[in-house]
């Protein structure tokens, strides 16, 4: 008997009656199991309608699309956003609601500890190549404040627990065919648990900041960020990037786009232990993904699904590292310049840089590299780099001097089980290099290895043409 009513409560807990919107018993109707049950997204349900705060009721006041500082009856929307931002801090934290419209700013805003910022999207939007009037579905913020100064407030600071969500970035004010204004970051993460996602960084100069943004999570992000897509540094707990795709939506035009694939990077990866980046894409940069070193360190991570097109310096530069390395899987790199996009360049384009400076290994796994470039790969550096089951096919396309794919000038170098696609030199080994391990590839032609006295290189069990 005892037994028995000891799970009573259990059985009674499991049937009970859900409730509707108005808190009435639902009779008749079993709620599911906890496993079984969606979790509503921010802004949506009966709760969050009845609990988030909406901007309109802090006066806010949506203008003509685009928003900006002569639109027709624009109103700075900086004090009434904030306003609300705050008064959801107030409530021990929530939902902020910015319903569709375009909304203009002349100043910035801090996300709460607790606090979401809320637009109409829900999932990541987009912007091709529109004209600046038709930037009007959902929600559209437009910061217009800080021009020519890319060291001022940023727009949008996201604090510990905060999230920004389901909006459009617009900078109304930028240029779109002429070189581009500097403006502050659009969004500045810091604090532990911030989060920005569904966003779109439509012509960003400068876009996510994630610097001491511990455990951050930025996913599903879209846009033509101009000078930087997204930078992290001293993060000591693992952040998280995943599904950002950086493409000139905005605009192609010359001299705009000249500014971005000569000084354009979207990805600058400085200290973070631990990062995981996972399917990310970025096309027309000076370069795609780009390891530095910072006063606070270098970065390991982990990064899987990874691509970069029409990177002018190169699809990935690392320049530092640490111990546990960078290690690369499934990626896609291509290399090159030509003149309809970048007229008289004479850039050497390199699917793989790795600087002097570098001392960690750097490691690519089931990745393809393509593009008329100068070589996929120019290696310095104290560390170990690696490329396995790897698939390289197109080289020596700019000088056309007889590069070898592969250029390795210093540290250790190994090839194992790759595909050289092109009858060409494949390796070129430098004198300083120390060891070179070249095993188990795949050669179109002769086996091509120009050796200038690396200290140790053992070949083996490699496949070409007699």
């Known amino acids: 008997m005892l037994r028995l009513l000891l799970l009573l409560p259990c059985v009674s807990a499991f049937q009970r009656a859900p409730l509707d919107a108005h ?5 008749g109707v079993k709620r599911p199991p906890s496993h079984m049950r969606m979790r509503p997204p921010v802004g949506s349900g009966a709760h969050a309608a009845a609990t988030a705060l909406n901007v309109l009721d802090f006066g806010a006041t949506p203008s003509a699309c685009p928003a900006n500082s002569t639109s027709p009856g624009a109103k700075d929307n900086t004090a009434a956003f904030q306003a609300a931002l705050d008064a959801a801090a107030k409530q021990h934290g929530g939902a902020v609601l910015a319903p569709s419209g375009c909304y203009y700013f002349g100043g910035s805003l801090s996300l709460p500890p607790g606090v979401t910022l809320q637009g109409s999207f829900g999932a990541v939007p987009s912007h091709s190549h529109v004209p600046a009037a038709q930037v009007s579905d959902g929600t559209v913020l437009s910061p217009c404040g800080g021009r020519g100064d890319e060291a001022g407030e940023p727009f949008i600071t996201v604090n510990e627990n905060s999230a920004l969500s389901g909006v459009t970035i617009f900078h109304t004010e ?22 920005v996602t569904d966003v779109e960084l439509l012509n960003s100069f400068l876009g996510i900041n994630a610097t001491g943004a511990h455990r951050h999570y930025i996913a599903r992000v879209q846009g033509q960020p101009i ?43 400085g200290r973070s232990d631990w990062e995981y980046v996972f399917n990310t894409f970025a096309f027309g940069y000076a370069i ?19 691509g970069a097109d029409l990177s002018i310096n190169a699809s990935v530069q690392v320049d530092a590292s640490q111990a546990a390395g960078i290690l690369i899987t499934n990626g896609e790199f291509t290399a090159f310049r030509t003149d309809q996009w970048l007229p008289n360049s004479t850039v050497e384009s390199s699917q793989v840089v790795v600087g002097a400076g570098n001392a960690g290994p750097v490691r690519f796994v089931n990745s393809a590299f393509w593009g008329p ?17 790897c698939s390289f096919v197109q ?27 092109d009858d060409k030199t494949q390796v070129e080994l430098g004198a300083n290099l120390k060891k070179a391990v070249i095993v188990g590839n795949v050669m179109n032609g002769k086996l091509r290895v120009v050796d200038h006295g690396a200290k140790n290189v053992q070949q083996t069990a490699n496949a070409f043409d007699a």
């Open 23 to 27: 808190g009435r018993r639902l009779h």
């Open 395 to 421: 080289w020596d396309l700019q000088a056309k001097d007889g590069r070898a794919a592969i250029r390795a000038f210093d540290g250790n170098l190994i090839l194992q089980n790759n595909d050289f696609d």
């Open 288 to 306: 795609g993904y780009h390891f530095i070193d910072t006063p606070t360190g270098q970065m390991n991570g982990n990064f899987l699904g990874i």
């Open 174 to 195: 930028q240029e779109s065919v002429a070189a581009p204004a500097a403006y502050p970051w659009s969004v500045y993460m810091t604090g532990n648990n911030g989060a």
């Open 227 to 269: 000078k930087i897509g997204v930078f992290v540094d001293a993060t000591y707990d693992i952040g998280r990037i995943e599904d950002v795709h950086f493409n000139p939506w905005y605009s192609d035009a010359h001299p705009f786009i000249e500014y971005q694939l000569t000084h354009g990077r979207a990805f600058v990866l």
């Open 373 to 389: 470039s100068s070589q996929i790969a120019h290696l310095n550096g104290t560390g170990t780099v690696s490329f396995s089951s």
